[in-house]
């Protein structure tokens, strides 16, 4: 199936109704019924491998916002 939309032609309002559309139909779905691509699983195997090594570090959830937040408050 192809579906086109007028993309240029479409106000942001409607953009975002197809989008929320969109998502609303996606979300009802099974995890097992949307593929991932292989890059997701190849990434996913080498970030375990440099974990059970150790040549990958850590951060606490607090530091890393804390982090973020210093970023763009300059």
Avoid: C, Y
């Avoid at 593929?35 to 974990?51: I, S, Y």
Wanted: hydrophobic residues 35%; proline residues 4%.
């Amino acid at each position: 199936m192809t579906v086109s939309l007028d993309l240029d032609q479409m106000s942001t309002e409607e953009k975002l109704r197809v989008l929320e559309a969109l998502w609303a139909d996606l979300s009802q779905k099974t995890p097992d019924s949307i593929p991932a691509p292989q890059w997701h699983q190849d990434v996913l195997e080498a970030r375990e491998k440099n974990a059970e090594e150790g040549t990958t570090g850590f951060s606490a959830w607090a530091d890393v916002k804390k982090r973020i937040r210093d970023r763009f408050q300059k």
